[in-house]
């Protein structure tokens, strides 16, 4: 009995499936197939796949940008603060705002956006930590050794399995950071209006610090769902260009969790 033909073209013409070129296939000798198994494996670049040590990259080159401008705003406002220095602090703050939500709401990562919230907000906190390294010598260094300790700590224990990112969790984090910019706005507009006077507002003494220590948590949280983000993106294949979403991702925590910080240690120092 005849074997049924296909009527599918895309079958019928290949000689794969139409049974004329199952001769044509090549054979891999012993050697030929002990150097596949040798060669490298194909990079992200090859393959357009998003990888963790692109992301690292990535995130390396965000960071390089973000410091540049960094130092251009600390420098502008030292060893006082000028209009220069404090136009760039402005400019910054309106920049790195602006940009960072259009990249958060962004449904497909653009790297010149992301390139430019990374300068924007590189002059903010470089002119803001200018502001309290004039009044608290040292907090800068400080400041920063205790947002690489809480980086490490927390991508330790992410990586270890002892941290996971869950749906309960989430739920309380956005919650809670909801709370938080309710609370911040609600700070704001009353140092605003005089009715607070302290530097930090109703972020002040004790209250601020153990309100600091809560804030800290829930950065150390948010970088656990970068992480997750970050580890789900590669486990599924996604596009190479996706590592630049991780790479803002952490860089606004990032920030956040430093700028945290810096408020905590003026506070202790004070």
């Known amino acids: 009995m005849a074997e049924p033909s296909s009527s599918n073209p895309a079958f019928s013409r290949n000689p794969v499936f139409n049974g004329k070129g199952v001769d044509t296939v090549p054979t891999i000798s012993a050697d030929g197939l002990q150097e596949m198994y040798e060669r490298p494996s194909a990079t ?32 502008a406002n030292m060893p006082v603060p000028t209009v220069l220095g404090l136009g760039l602090m402005i400019a ?12 958060a709401f962004k449904r497909e990562p653009s790297v010149p956006l992301i390139l430019l919230y990374a300068a924007f907000e590189g002059l903010a906190i470089g002119a803001i930590s200018s502001f309290f390294e004039a009044q608290w010598g040292g907090i800068v260094l400080q400041a920063v050794l205790a947002t690489v300790a809480v980086f490490g700590v927390t991508l330790a224990l992410f990586a270890s399995g002892k941290i996971r990112a869950s749906k309960r969790a989430t739920k309380v984090f ?35 610090l153990v309100i600091g220590v ?13 992480f997750d983000m970050i580890q789900r993106g590669v486990r599924a294949g996604a596009p190479r260009k996706y590592g630049w979403q991780g790479a803002f991702g952490l860089m606004t925590t990032i920030v956040w969790l430093y700028i945290e910080l810096l408020r905590m240690i003026a506070i202790f120092r004070n």
Request: aromatic fraction near 14%; charged fraction near 10%; proline fraction near 1%.
């Open 44 to 75: 992200s670049s090859q393959t357009d796949r998003m990888s963790y040590e692109d992301t690292i990259v990535k995130t390396v080159g965000l960071f390089a940008v973000f410091l540049v401008t960094a130092v251009i705003g600390y420098w």
């Open 92 to 103: 910054g703050f309106i920049g790195g705002l602006v940009f960072g939500l259009i990249n």
């Open 174 to 208: 956005l919650i809670a950071m909801f709370g938080y910019l309710a609370f911040s706005l609600l700070n704001v507009i009353l140092m605003m209006t005089g009715v607070v006077t302290d530097p930090f507002g109703l972020r002040s003494g004790w209250i601020g």
């Open 214 to 226: 809560v804030v800290v948590i829930m950065a150390a949280y948010s970088l656990v769902l970068d």
